[in-house]
């Protein structure tokens, strides 16, 4: 082998194992007992390898509620974003409307500005539409701030198919409405899962963390990442950080296996969106 | 039905949740900065802002870690991105390891990370202390500019992937070609990268600047989960004042006022990045 291609595979094992490291580490410490996890020298292989942690997460905390409410409010977001996206999309796409491209740009602006600023006056709205602690309360940002990144993909692939089919098919006497819902989504199917996986793993369902934080006030209505964060450290006791390490790991390994399976739908579902605008 | 009609019929649904949820809370917000607890105060918040010390702090926080963080996660996310563009074996297994950072929650990764660095029993300065590097264990996240650091390592450790992703889409838009010509003229590696990859990967790379940068001015989930700001506020960025100040001493007129002030500076920031961005594009 050449000296370039040692220094390829090296480089391609060090990214391995930088990107999965931290991750593994937690795996690790999630099957040390309790004494164990506080023990130094740190151990690098578990001595008992035990399930304990996990179970007392469940124990300790509504663990199991959180993640409910997670998948319910990423759920959620994930259909009706699609769904909203996907009209927009095809008109802003397809249809002659006047100030298409100011409309397109505005759309995307949303997604410009960092979290914080949209905090304050939406708590207050949260509060007066009493959706404090509702999943709803979640779901309306997630579904709204996910959608300029699922226009902008959607828009990009209804651009691609043939205009022909559309004009056949209105030739065949199908209205607008049918041509979109029995036509061009139908064939769009591809298009729609990635876009759906986007907003799934994106900044906006499973990881949002400071609107969850701050509009989910009481312990039961909590997601998995506001859980999580508040196990350590600031709660009125502490959890052991093997408890810690099996939640992070329980609520990862799904994201992971996703991952693994769609990992190349994700770079081409960015990819068309990243850069046909 | 008119097309234009049916158009703007498909966009309503859109535009109403956009302009309720993120459009409101922008002209709220400018409105509520000029009011202490529910009274019109004209500029007095800004006045204050303009003498608060913990303010002036934040905002160079926030900077450094902007200016840190976003040319360390471009330069790296170009680097893995050419290194994940040819083919080979494994490759479909090495791209999806390095997706996973950025498909987790920020803050799980915060956390595993704290516990990485924790003084005690925290891997980092165990494998410091084997190889001899430290002596004593060192607090990283007790210490000012360490657990800065630390922050630093994290972040750009889980954004990383998120430039790597658009830049590969920008390296396939490049034509082979070009590479080809080149080479006949006996080129070198560096070369083709400056020549070729370089200016024509430049709108992927403002694309990554854009989302990268205004969510580094914003940044909040992981310094919330590993310092809390601290030690001694050493590590607070704006997101993290404004959030105390409206949530711990419930002043929302002054929260407001810096809202404000971030929005200004995120609108200029993506301003600046627009206008690089549509600037003639190099030809060849």
Redesign the interface.
């Known amino acids: 082998m050449s000296t370039r291609s040692v220094l390829f595979f090296v480089l391609i094992g060090a990214l391995f194992i930088s990107s999965v490291a931290p991750f593994a580490w937690q795996l690790i410490a999630s099957l040390k007992d309790s004494s164990e996890i506080y023990s130094v020298p740190v151990t690098y292989v578990p001595a008992k390898p035990t399930l304990n942690a996990y179970i007392d997460v469940f124990k300790s905390r509504p663990f199991f509620r959180y993640i409910v409410n997670s998948l319910l409010v990423s759920l959620g977001t994930t259909s009706l974003c699609l769904v909203v996206a996907a009209l927009a999309g095809y008109a802003l796409a397809r249809l002659r409307i006047r100030y298409q491209g100011a409309l397109s740009f505005s759309i995307l602006v949303a997604c410009l500005f960092p979290q914080i600023i949209f905090l304050i006056p939406l708590y207050q709205l949260m509060a007066w539409l009493r959706l404090v602690n509702n999943p709803l309360g979640l779901l309306l940002p997630y579904v709204t701030f996910s959608l300029p990144l699922a226009i902008w993909v959607l828009m990009g692939f209804f651009k691609t198919i043939p205009r022909e089919i559309e004009e056949q098919a209105m030739v065949d006497g199908f209205s607008r409405l049918g041509i979109l819902t029995r036509i061009v989504l139908p064939l769009s199917w591809p298009a729609l899962a990635t876009c759906a996986i986007l907003i799934f793993v994106g900044p906006f369902a499973w990881n949002e963390f400071i609107f969850a934080l701050t509009f989910m006030t009481r312990d039961l209505s909590r997601t998995v990442p506001v859980g999580i964060a508040l196990l350590s450290g600031t709660s009125m006791y502490e959890i052991p950080w093997n408890q810690i390490c099996a939640a992070c790991v329980l609520t990862t390994v799904p994201l992971v296996i996703f991952v693994v399976i769609f990992q190349g739908r994700i770079i081409e579902g960015l990819t068309r969106g990243a850069l046909k605008g | 039905?008119t097309?234009?009609k049916?158009?703007?019929l498909?966009?309503v649904?859109?535009?109403c949740?956009?302009a309720?949820?993120?459009l409101?809370?922008?002209v709220?917000?400018f409105h509520?900065s000029f009011t202490e607890s529910g009274e019109f105060v004209g500029l007095s918040n800004f006045v204050s802002i303009f003498h608060d010390e913990r303010f002036r702090d934040a905002s160079l926080t926030t900077l450094l870690f902007f200016s840190i963080s976003v040319p360390l996660e471009l330069i790296l996310g170009i680097g893995?991105a050419l290194?994940?563009q040819g083919k080979?074996k494994g490759r479909?297994?090495?791209?999806?390891?390095?997706?996973?950072?950025?498909?987790?929650?920020?803050?799980?990764?915060a956390?595993?990370?704290?516990?990485?660095f924790?003084d005690?029993?925290?891997?980092f300065n165990?494998i410091l202390?084997r190889l001899g590097i430290i002596r004593e264990p060192i607090a990283w996240l007790g210490l000012p500019g360490k657990a800065f650091f630390c922050i630093i390592v994290a972040e750009v450790?889980k954004c990383v992937?998120f430039v790597t992703?658009?830049i590969?889409?920008?390296l396939?838009?490049i034509p082979r070609e070009l590479y080809e010509a080149l080479s006949v003229d006996g080129a070198g590696y560096w070369q083709r990268f400056r020549l070729i990859t370089l200016p024509l990967l430049r709108?992927?790379i403002l694309?990554a600047l854009?989302?990268r940068g205004?969510?580094a001015?914003?940044?909040?989930?992981s310094i919330?989960?590993m310092t809390?700001g601290g030690p001694a506020g050493s590590t607070e960025p704006?997101?993290l004042y404004?959030?105390s100040t409206?949530?711990r001493y419930l002043n929302?007129g002054y929260?407001?006022s810096m809202?404000t002030i971030?929005?200004l500076f995120?609108?200029l920031f993506?301003c600046i990045v627009y206008f690089v961005l549509t600037r003639r594009p190099v030809e060849y």
């Open positions: 039905m097309e234009e049916f158009g703007i498909l966009i649904p859109a535009l949740l956009l309720v949820i993120a409101y809370p922008i709220r917000s509520l893995v290194l994940l080979f479909g297994i090495v791209r999806a390891a390095h997706l996973i950072p950025w498909a987790l929650p920020t803050v799980v990764m956390i595993a990370w704290k516990w990485i924790n005690a029993y925290g891997v165990d202390l450790w992937p992703i658009i590969l889409a920008g396939q838009s709108p992927a694309v854009i989302f205004t969510q001015l914003g940044v909040f989930d919330w989960v809390g704006i997101s404004i959030y409206v949530f929302i929260a407001s809202v971030a929005f995120s609108l993506a």
